[in-house]
């Protein structure tokens, strides 16, 4: 049963940092391309940043130059580093699968 699990949401003020986590298991990891997702209020979920099997990353437009997707396949865990955090990155993020698994989603809020 593949399982994604993801950490490290809470609340950061503007310009903070971030860096969430998604732990996976039951899945072959090390070459599935895994994404982070977000919603925020009212808005519809988008994919901010992708990483390969390969390692090669590729970030949304809004998120560019700021955040970065890594992943550790011995760990079997993919994380998202959230730096100089802007209120419109708030929302609930998920970890995304390519064999279309998610997580069931971390808060992310954006406060001073």
């Known amino acids: 049963q593949v399982q994604l699990v993801e950490s490290g949401g809470g609340t950061v003020p503007p310009g903070g940092s971030l860096r969430l986590s998604c732990a996976t298991s039951?899945?072959?990891?090390?070459?599935?391309?895994m994404d982070w997702y977000r919603q925020g209020s009212g808005k519809e979920r988008e994919r901010v940043a992708r990483?390969?099997?390969?390692?090669?990353?590729v970030y949304a437009e809004t998120v560019k130059g700021r955040f970065t997707i890594s992943r550790d396949n011995a760990k079997e865990t993919v994380y998202l580093q959230m730096d100089n955090v802007r209120p419109d990155d708030a929302g609930v993020y998920y970890c995304?699968?390519?064999?279309?698994?998610w997580g069931q989603g971390t808060q992310v809020t954006v406060s001073s």
């Open positions: 990483i390969t099997g390969r390692n090669t990353p």
């Open positions: 039951g899945m072959v990891f090390g070459i599935t391309a």
């Open positions: 995304h699968s390519d064999l279309e698994d």
